[in-house]
Each structure stands twice: as C-alpha cells, then as structure tokens.
C-alpha cells in the first residue's frame, strides 16, 4: 500500500516538474518575443505551420483530453471539480477558450523559436520590392515608436505587414511608394533589418 502511494507521488511530482518546466519555457518564449519583435516577413511553409498544422494539433489535443475524460473517472472528477465550475455561462465560456489557449501555446512553443532562428542565426542578405500600401500606429502601448507596415509583394501580389521602430515619421509621409527591404533570408521567410526608398 506504502509502495503504491510512493509511486502516485513520485508520478504527481514528475508531471509537476514537466509543467513547470514547459511554463518556464513558454514564459521565456513570450518574454522574448514581446521584448525583441522581430521585423519578420513569413512565407507559405510559416503560414501552412500556423494556418493548417496547429489547429490539427490542437484538435488531437482536445480530442486526446476529451477522450480521457470520458474513460478516467479520475481525470473526469478532476476537470469537471477544477477546471469546469460555475454557471453554464462560464462553462460555454471555457469550452471556447481552453481550444484557444491550447492554440496560443501551441504557437508560441513552435512559432517563436522559428522566429528566434531567424533572428539569431545569419542567413543569406535578401533584398526585395514592395509596394506601401498603409503606413499604422502599432495597437501596442510601448515606449518605443512603433508602426505597422502594410506592404504588398510586387512578384506575387500577396499582402504583408510587419512592426518597425526605425525612421516612423519619415516612413509615415511615403505611402503608396515602392520600398525596398533588405534582410536576411531563412527557411520559413526573412528578418528586415534595413528599409530603402
């Protein structure tokens, strides 16, 4: 019997650790993504990441938890006692936000270390032409100046946007001329490090 409960506690204490450890990860990956910004322009392979493979995993995520649910009564009282109390308002609520919660750390777990990469490790100098269509206000509250971007890809004709820090007054008075960004390329797009009109 002793045996048996040692065994539940060591199996509690090295999921706790594995928590932990994760939370700690993510907490690092939102730290660093919210204090670096990267100016990261995303190809076709980031977006299939975030448009088509994140959601099937946080689809396997949830079906992986709902069907836990429904065999282990363990499991069953633990969500319905600490993760599901309250109103059928704030059950509906949390039904819809645990998927999106799941998602946001899904991303940030494979998403920020890409833009990471990119940012750190040197790639091949990239320049390419654009056309700026809107020159924003960036919806952060920073003490830095920050606008957003909106450009259109001259090749392809797909619409991009990016944050930038530098040169914002001058940036603001060219909309609806070509740019041209110079960067540095990577597997899953490019970091701008330089703007030229």
Request: hydrophobic letters at 45%.
């Amino acid at each position: 019997m002793l045996n048996v409960k040692h065994k539940e506690l060591h199996k509690s204490f090295v999921y706790l650790l594995i928590a932990c450890v994760l939370t700690s990860y993510l907490a690092l990956l939102i730290t660093w993504y919210e204090f670096n910004d990267p100016s990261f322009i995303a190809n076709k392979k980031l977006h299939i990441i975030e448009v088509i493979v994140l959601p099937i995993l946080t689809m396997a995520v949830i079906y992986t938890l709902f069907k836990k649910y429904r065999c282990d009564d363990n499991f069953n009282y633990l969500m319905t006692n600490h993760f599901f109390k309250g109103s059928k308002l704030v059950k509906g609520f949390l039904i819809v936000m645990y998927p999106c919660l799941i998602y946001t750390a899904l991303w940030n777990l494979s998403v920020v270390p890409i833009l990471y990469y990119a940012e750190n490790n040197l790639g091949e100098p990239c320049s390419k032409e654009y056309l700026l269509t809107d020159v924003s206000a960036c919806t952060i509250n920073d003490e830095q100046q920050c606008i957003r971007l909106n450009l259109i890809d001259l090749s392809s004709g797909e619409e991009r946007s990016f944050r930038w820090y530098l040169d914002t007054h001058k940036l603001q008075k060219i909309r609806n001329k070509r740019i041209n960004l110079v960067g540095e390329k990577s597997y899953f797009g490019y970091i701008v490090n330089e703007i030229q009109w």
